[in-house]
Nanobody
Framework: QVQLVESGGGLVQPGGSLRLSCAAS????????IGWFRQSPGKEREGVAC????????KYDDSVAGRFTISRNKAENTMDLLMGNLKPEDTAMYFC????????????????????WGQGIQVTVSS
């Protein structure tokens, strides 16, 4: 059974930084693609970043490229999303998800591709 647990959300001021972590077993993190998605009230869930360690590819949505970084944290056995220069429009519920493929990973929030999902964690960017 694949379990994904997000942590690290909260309230941050515009321009600030936050680190989200997605905890899972080492085998899942290293063999599945792991993606980060977000959803705001009244909006569709959208892909933010994804990384497939086994295949080596990662992708970012244009809205976060250059501000967010997805990385495998081996010390804590997590897939982290480092978010910098945060903007109010980054406010959303953030979810991590795991996929067995296809590779390279896809940023579409399609449950036929992303088999497992975490419960989500709130990120609020506000002064």
């Amino acid at each position: 059974q694949v379990q994904l647990v997000e942590s690290g959300g909260g309230l941050v001021q515009p321009g600030g930084s936050l680190r989200l972590s997605c905890a899972a077993s080492e085998s899942i993190l290293d063999s599945y693609a792991i993606g980060w998605f977000r959803q705001s009230p009244g909006k569709e869930r959208e892909g933010v970043a994804c990384f497939a360690v086994s295949e080596g590819g990662m992708k970012y949505d244009d809205s976060v490229a250059g501000r967010f970084t997805i990385s495998r944290n081996k010390a804590e056995n997590t897939m982290d999303l480092l978010m910098g220069n945060l903007k109010p429009e980054d406010t959303a519920m953030y979810f991590c998800a795991a996929s067995t493929g296809p590779f390279p990973c896809q940023l579409t929030a399609n449950r036929r591709i992303w088999d497992y999902w975490g419960q989500g964690i709130q990120v609020t960017v506000s002064s």
